[in-house]
Nanobody
């Protein structure tokens, strides 16, 4: 079955950086569009970034454009989210997701605070 395991979150000061990773299994990773979502306390889950297959074209939610970069390594079945210039409003649990499957991992907590 589809399995998604996120990692790389943590506590970081405003202006800092983090790199999130998502290990995917149970499907042919290179064939599928992948996404990062986040959910802040008391808010709905929101789409942050998308990377398409096979083009690897990307798109971003407006508030993270120019700060976040989504990428993938099809040889390793890995999805990444490089986050730079982090802001307190980026605090959330971050999840990866594969288009076409209703499967979610446990997420990884990102906290941006001084």
């Amino acid at each position: 079955q589809v399995r998604l395991v996120e990692s790389g979150g943590g506590l970081v000061q405003p202006g800092g950086s983090l790199r999130l990773s998502c290990a995917a299994s149970g499907f042919i990773f290179r064939l599928y569009t992948m996404r990062w979502y986040r959910q802040a306390p008391g808010k709905e889950r929101e789409l942050v970034a998308t990377i398409n297959s096979p083009s690897s074209s990307t798109s971003y939610e407006d508030s993270v454009k120019g700060r976040f970069t989504i990428s993938r390594d099809n040889a390793k079945n890995m999805l990444y989210l490089q986050m730079m210039n982090l802001k307190p409003e980026d605090t959330a649990v971050y999840y990866c997701n594969v288009i076409g499957f209703n499967s979610w991992g446990q997420g990884t907590q990102v906290t941006v605070s001084s």
